[in-house]
Each structure stands twice: as C-alpha cells, then as structure tokens.
C-alpha cells in the first residue's frame, strides 16, 4: 500500500491493483487495474514517486503509471530481473529510481526516458505465389497458395509483437499472428488489397497499416479473345445466335463495369471510414481539420470537440468487448444523426470521437453541448440490457494564426483531460482558452 495524497492510496495485491479515494470519514471511490492493464500476475512493491508518477513492482516486471499512460518494462527493457522483490523500490534524492529483483538491483537513471517508446514501423519482406516472389508483375492464373512473409525493424521486442492483417476480398475479419508468417491456400481472380499492421499489447502500441495490393487474372476460359471466339462460333451457328452473343456480351461487359465501379467506392469508403462506427477514420478526420483550419476565415472559424465516453473500460471489463463494440456503434449512429451539413465527425481512436464545427467558438461550445447531450440520452440498449452511458468532452479552436492541427488537437486533449478530472459526463476547455473567450467577451462588451 503506499499514499497518494492524504486523500487517495493505491493497494496491490495477488490479481489486482486498487486506487482508493476516501473523505476521511468513508471510501468515496475505487479504481480497479487488472493484470491486463498493469501487466503482472502480482503486486510485490508499490511506489509514488515526486512526479505523481505510480511505480508497481510485480512478478512480471516494473509497471509505470504517469497519471494517463501505463508503461511496463521488463528485462527485454534492461531490467535486471522480471521478479521484483516485496517492497524493493526506492527513490533517491535526485529523483531516479532503484528497482531490486531476485537477480540482482537496477538503477533507473532517466526515469522520464521510459515513455520514449520506439514506434512500429512493420514491413513486407516476401511475397510468394506458388514458391515464386512476386515483384510487382501480374501472374499467369494459378491456385497456388499465396504466402506473406511479414517483420518489423523492432527486434528488441520482437517477442511481443502480434500482426493483425486482411486480404479484402477473402478475409471477412482481421487475422492475427505473431510469427509475421500469412498463408492462403489460393488468391480468388480479381485485384485484392492487403492490409497489416503490427501490435504490441506491452506498450499499447499499434502501427499506422500498411497495404500493398494483389492482382490476379482470370483463367483463360474467361478472357476477352476467347469470348471472341465463342462470337465467331455463333456466326457460324448463324446470324441470330451472333446477336444473342453480342446482347449477352454487352450486358455482361455493363455488369462487370458496373462492378467495378460500386468495389472503387466501397475502397474509398473502407479507405476513409472507420470499420466500426461508420464514421470517417482518424486520418479522413484529421484532414478534414487540416483542410477546414487551411480555410479558416474571421467569418467561418473553425472549433472542435474531442469527446471520450467516460469509463469504457470498466464497459468491456464488466460486459465484454463485444457490449463495448455495441457502445460504439450506437454513438456513431448518433454523431451521424446530429451532425449537419458543415460539421464532420469521426472515431479518433479507442473510445475517443472528433466533431469539427465552422463557427466562433460560443456558438461551437454551445452546439457542441447539444452534441454531448443528444449521443448520450436516451439510455442505451445494448445486448445485457439498457445502460447509461455518458460522455466528457473538450472544446478548442485555433487560440492564434501560427497553431497548427497538432496545437488545435492538443488544446482539445487538455480540456478533454480537465473535464475527466473534473468529475466527467461534462464539457470543458482548457483554462488558457477559457480565459481567451472571457477577454473576448469582455472586449465584445466594452466595445457595444
């Protein structure tokens, strides 16, 4: 057990990992953390260091907790042994940390280094079709399997990394395997688009996908000079026999053509939207943000709302991930129903939702409370039965001319950061925006 302040303690044990709040006179809440959150079996040493950052020593490794991120280091880390002793963190005067393990003591000397996570970059290294690399040459028609040879540049944590991939056209989910090696027993003729990307549930982290696209013909049997000749053998039956042909070729031409034009928009759909909710994915929404501030004038701002749905964890941790898809779903059925014509929505990862408004930010702060309002009431009705499910939001917009997206987006992330501490189900800006929109107010005021 170690204090947080004099109102909060953290208590570990085998299984689970608590964060008590109390008034003094009664528990007011508890948090759980669970061994797939923390990363270890058992809680063996706990630590809250002059950061406010929580060090959780289990049988496992060392877990960091910095108030949002968990980070779990182990011996693939540096750490001297996965075991940490009962009690054996410490921290010393300048700040940096001993850890003691069943093999010995390790010295963390730049603690705020260990969040410096090293980002995925997966890679194709092979492409075989029937034993043969393919390099970019469209192949002879052929049931032979099709095998992908997947990496990443991370050999560190190599042990770790999971790849998630789809082959459009054959895989109706996402696979999973943590050799990198894809097998499929034939490729269906057509153009496939294969997607991947790399996860490691250690860091929480997931690679931007990575897609590269197959094309394979149709057997003989089916392409146009042989077609042909079935024209030529039905002049030979006779002229009506060439004109059914020709009829029958010209509708079959149009339904191919119409084919191909209904799978370029599903792919620029799929390309564009989130495969869940519908709505548009994180890159579509974030260049819509980037177009709509490129655009911006003093007579059409631009204000955003970062919306999160207050805890979804604990939602797939009582329920199943499949309940919390069901959240997600329904709250991108209800940001597509409010939204208008010049506002854009979309999923900006996890349980977070981006809505991007063109107007000054009191009206924005007061559509975007309608917003909130309407994707969370009435309750929800999901598979266990109906639920009140609620919301945080936060509020920004471009505070001066030189801020950029990532500005714009950070300045929403900490209004999001001070509803949630807030107490949540609320909207908020940052206090620096906040103070922006009453001197304007104020200057609005004096000047009428």
């Known amino acids: 057990m170690v204090l947080q302040d004099k109102n909060t303690l953290w208590l ?4 689970s990992l608590y964060r008590i709040t109390h008034d003094d006179s009664a528990v007011t809440h508890v948090q759980t953390y669970t061994p797939e959150t923390f990363g270890g079996d058992n809680v063996l040493a706990l630590l809250y260091d002059r950061r406010g950052w929580l060090w959780v020593g289990t049988d496992k490794g060392l877990s960091i907790f910095d108030g949002q991120r968990w980070r779990l280091i182990t011996t693939s880390d540096g750490l001297i042994g996965n075991d940490v002793n009962q009690g054996a963190l410490f921290q010393d005067t300048d700040g940096t940390i001993w850890v003691g393990t069943s093999r010995g003591l390790s010295h963390i000397r730049n603690p705020e280094r260990l969040f410096d996570i090293r980002p995925l970059r997966p890679f194709i290294n092979e492409i075989t ?13 052929t049931t032979a399997p099709l095998t992908i040879d997947a990496g990443t540049l991370d050999y560190q944590d190599d042990a770790d990394i999971r790849f998630r991939y789809k082959l459009d056209g054959v895989d109706a989910n996402y696979g999973e395997t943590s050799t990198g090696s894809i097998r499929y027993a034939f490729l269906p003729p057509g153009e496939h688009t294969f997607t991947l990307f790399a996860v490691n549930p250690r860091t929480h982290q997931t690679s931007p996908p990575i897609t590269t696209t197959f094309t394979m013909p149709w057997p003989w049997y089916n392409r146009w000079p042989i077609i042909a000749l079935y024209a030529v053998g039905a002049v030979l039956i006779g002229y009506s026999g060439v004109r059914w042909r020709e009829r029958y070729t010209r509708r079959r031409q149009a339904d191919l053509e119409a084919k191909i034009e209904q799978k370029t928009a599903e792919l620029a759909f799929q390309a564009n939207h989130d495969e869940l909710t519908g709505l548009l994915n994180r890159r579509a929404i974030q260049s819509a943000l980037k177009q709509a501030l490129d655009a911006e004038t003093s007579a059409t701002p631009v204000c955003i709302g970062l919306f999160d749905v207050d805890h979804f ?5 009582l329920n199943g991930h499949l309940v919390g898809d069901e959240v997600l779903i329904e709250l991108g059925r209800r940001l597509k129903a409010v939204t208008r014509d010049m506002e854009s929505a ?12 063109q107007a000054a930010p009191e009206t924005g702060l007061r559509r975007l409370a309608t917003i909130r309002k309407a994707i969370t009431e009435p309750a929800f009705k999901l598979t266990p039965g109906d639920a009140r499910v609620t919301a945080s939001a936060g509020v920004a917009w471009r505070l001066h001319p030189h801020n950029t997206v990532q500005d714009v987006l950070e300045y929403a992330d900490i209004a999001l950061y001070r509803a949630k501490h807030e107490g949540r189900n609320r909207l908020c800006v940052s206090k620096h925006l906040q103070q922006a929109l009453e001197a304007n107010f104020h200057t609005r005021k004096e000047d009428a």
């Open 313 to 317: 964890k604990q939602i797939n941790d």
């Open 129 to 141: 079709l029937g034993g043969r690399p393919i390099e970019g040459q469209v192949p002879t028609y």
């Open 12 to 15: 570990g044990g085998y299984g």
């Open 346 to 357: 979309g999923r900006y990862g996890g349980e977070e939702f981006l809505v991007i408004i």
